[in-house]
């Protein structure tokens, strides 16, 4: 019982450190990208985290060190 609280615990904290890390995404898009081009929309909290997790899974740096 102790395992399954850590586990959930765990995923409940990471859940919420990526809306946390999510929420400039929202900030700029919906401060900058709206007002600057016309056809853009407000995008929600949701969305936001969608585009940080989407940019995250095709642009991730990957670093090697081959000696």
């Known amino acids: ?13 990471l859940l919420f ?3 946390l890390l999510s929420w400039p995404v ?15 929309n407000e995008v929600t909290w949701l969305q936001a985290w ?7 899974l095709m ?3 990957v670093v090697t060190n081959k000696e």
């Open 50 to 56: 969608g585009l940080t997790v989407l940019c995250g």
């Open 26 to 40: 929202y900030m700029l898009w919906n401060g900058c990208l709206v007002d600057a081009i016309s056809g853009v």
């Open 59 to 61: 642009f991730k740096t």
């Open 17 to 19: 450190i990526s809306f």
């Open 1 to 13: 019982m102790d395992k399954l609280m850590l586990v959930i615990g765990t995923v409940g904290l």
